[in-house]
């Protein structure tokens, strides 16, 4: 994980834009993933082998020389959790530092948060190519696979904007953005970066686009019609239009077949491939990634690097409540202290874990805040919601009336280890200050986070600006 490039030549696969334009081979590495290029996409049973390739690339992708990247397999995850005030990597020289200390910079920025997206993004265009050239007959298979194809390149562009681009609602989004890329480049095309605003408006072009096209049914870890909703609820919060985030939200829940944990399951819940909060995961298999050690469950375990721990503030904020289930998460971490929180606990004695990437409980939390922030204020609906995910923590829990405090709050509790806590502060404007407890930051690193500190936006890859003379890298990184 967290790896860089630092060897740039004509030939070289390079870690950006660049190289994806021109590579025949974007489908050489997971299973059922050989296609060799677009003119194999023909068939509707085409399309689906194409999207099992975007599919693993959300979670991890390989370059020419073998080298692997992580996306949702560790570091998307990684940097948003030890990067707030929640969770911190373990101890000095730990997998996680360096996204922990914010020192990541224009010479060393790791590939990972970069590379992967745009192998997606790739994949999708040529399968999306294939299709709308006419070249794959335009059957229910063919179409559901555009849909997917769209909601998988919304999604990569989204999480590239959050990660390389300022909060939306910071500048309203004029600051600069990502390359948004929505066809296949030719080997001269270099991209420049989009603002942040025509990014998101790509995004939601392309998921508004899906739900025209995507179907209902429940196929585990693909979209469907709801996952499409769930994240146009997701990218709207960020957004900051509150009314459509909320009428995202509340058609999930109220609509959707998805249905909450119930408490008694809760904590076995995290043992599961799939549960019935499950919208949209990655399914990780257990045979194609045994014996990785890189993912996002190995470098958690105790049993292997034990590298991230809950800071001492959430210890704390989770035991406000004694009866909250959720403590059943916590477990003893390598020092013996109860300070491991216990989502990616592995199966069949491996630590290979689903990765939730839209799931229900967030959608409430999702609905319950943009009840409060819309326009015409729904606090029934806030106060139904948030009730929901504290009644089922401890069914003591009574109604009360929701504030944008109790939600952010709960939100924290909740959704703990995957990736959103740095993100929430950002796009909210908030700030936390990590020190005391466990942290063992120093005067050099980011101790306060706030979205006024140019290192909580990463810089982009050495080995992008080297290629591509259009690409502006993030300011003060120079």
């Known amino acids: 994980m967290m790896k860089t490039i630092n060897i740039i030549s004509k030939t070289a696969l390079i870690a950006g834009l660049v190289c994806l334009a021109s590579c025949n081979d974007y489908l050489v590495t997971y299973p059922s993933d050989s296609l ?118 919304a999604l990569a562009h989204f999480d590239l904007l959050i990660t390389y681009g300022a909060p939306y609602l910071k500048d309203n989004g004029a600051s600069l953005g990502v390359p948004i890329v929505k066809k296949v480049l030719s080997a001269t095309e270099l991209p420049a970066r989009s603002t942040v605003a025509e990014g998101y408006q790509a995004v939601l072009d392309d998921l508004t686009e899906a739900l025209g096209f995507i179907g209902e049914d429940k196929n585990y870890g693909h979209f469907n019609i709801w996952a499409v909703k769930a994240l146009l609820a997701r990218v709207n919060l960020y957004k900051g239009d509150y009314d459509a985030a909320y009428t995202y939200a509340t058609d999930v829940v109220e609509n959707s077949p998805y249905s909450l944990i119930e408490t008694g399951e809760y904590v076995a819940s995290w043992q599961l491939e799939e549960t019935k909060e499950s919208i949209f995961d990655l399914a990780l298999s257990s045979t194609t990634y045994s014996g990785d050690r890189e993912l996002w469950g190995a470098v958690v375990s105790p049993a292997e690097y034990g590298s991230v721990i809950a800071t001492k503030e959430f210890v704390d904020l989770l035991h406000e409540d004694p009866n909250d289930v959720r403590l059943g998460l916590l477990i003893p971490d390598k020092s013996g202290s109860k300070q491991t929180v216990n989502k990616y606990p592995g199966r069949d004695a491996i630590t290979i874990n689903n990765i939730r990437v839209l799931r229900l409980s967030d959608i409430y939390l999702i609905g319950a805040e943009a009840a409060l922030r819309k326009a015409t204020v729904d606090q029934t609906v806030a106060d139904n919601y948030l009730f929901a995910i504290r009644n089922r923590a401890n069914r003591a829990n009574v109604k009360i009336t929701a504030t944008l405090d109790l939600v952010s709050k709960e939100r924290r509790k909740e959704l703990v280890m995957e990736g959103h806590r740095l993100h929430d502060i950002l796009r909210q404007g908030g700030e936390v200050t990590r020190q005391g407890g466990y942290h063992f930051l120093n005067a050099t690193d980011l101790i306060t986070v706030n979205w006024n500190d140019y290192r909580t936006i990463m810089p982009i890859p050495q080995a992008e600006i080297d290629a591509n003379t259009n690409m502006i890298q993030n300011p003060e990184y120079n």
């Open 36 to 153: 060799e290029s677009e003119t194999a996409i023909t068939t509707p049973e085409d399309t689906k082998t194409a999207l099992n390739g975007a599919y693993a690339g959300l979670i991890s992708a390989r370059d020419a020389a073998g080298n692997n990247y992580y996306y949702y397999g560790t570091d998307f995850l990684a940097r948003a959790e030890v990067g707030g005030d929640d969770m911190q990597t373990s101890k000095s020289g730990d997998r996680t530092e360096q996204y922990y200390r914010f020192t990541y910079r224009q010479t060393n920025a790791s590939a990972d948060l970069w590379y992967p997206p745009y192998t997606v993004i790739n994949r999708v265009n040529v399968l999306l190519e294939a299709i709308d050239s006419g070249k794959v007959p335009m059957t229910d298979v063919t179409k559901n696979s555009k849909g997917e194809a769209l909601a998988i390149r």
